[in-house]
Every structure is written in C-alpha cells, then in structure tokens.
C-alpha cells in the first residue's frame, strides 16, 4: 500500500485549486480619458473663466459601472472640476499670467461584481498657458 506524505497532500490540495479556479484574466482598462491637447488662456481682464469638459472611453462595457468621478489630483489654485460631468473651469488671477500651469485629471470608475469589483483609475495631464 502506497502512503502520501504532508507534502504529497499539500501538493495535490494546490492543483486542484488551481484546477478549479483557473489562472486570473487580465482585463484591459475600463475606462480611459480622451487625449486632452495643451490649452492657451487669454484673460483681457479679471474674472474670464476657462472651460472644458473632459471626456472618456469605456473600453469594456458589461464591467462598467454606473458613474464615473472625476478630480483633480493637480490643478492650479482656483481650478475645479465637476465630480459627474467633467466640466474644468477656471478663471485665471493677475498672479497666474505669464505661466504654464500643469493640470491632471482624474477619472474614477467601478467594475461590476461579475468583473470581480473595485475600483479603476486613468489620469491625464495636459498644460495651460496664461497669456
């Protein structure tokens, strides 16, 4: 009668997990942010604002959530952007002429759970020029 050490068990447990479980998919990225070119701002006077509206790609649909937030993770101070509509504006101060300022934009979306769930993240930054 052949007997099977702690090790033979232990070894014959993990191929059959991963029998049954199979190896992880990689799945491409759910969303992503459209290319967004350097933008040029001329205030004539104090208090012209800015705007721009980002806008995404979901490159796989049955996994995509609902919504998608955005942010800001660097902007220049007064910048904001709309969580749910992407919409940047901004009205440039005295201060900020004469500069490029480096903004990144945030898009956040989420997997469904037959996706295996959480939470997926792209970026893009692009410059402004004050004139």
Known sequence: MARISRW???TLLLVVVLAVT?????RP???SINSI????????FEGVTFTYTVTYQV???PCFGEEVIFSLDQAPSGMSIGAFNGKITWSPTSSQREKTHTVTVRA???YNFSCGG???AY?????IFVC
Do not use: H, K, M
């Open 8 to 10: 033979g068990i232990l």
């Open 22 to 26: 199979g190896p992880a998919i990689a």
């Open 29 to 31: 990225p759910l969303i």
């Open 37 to 44: 070119a350097d933008q040029e701002v001329n205030p004539w």
């Open 59 to 61: 490159t796989d649909p």
């Open 108 to 110: 956040t979306a989420w």
């Open 118 to 120: 959480g939470s997926l």
């Open 123 to 127: 970026t893009r930054t692009f410059q």
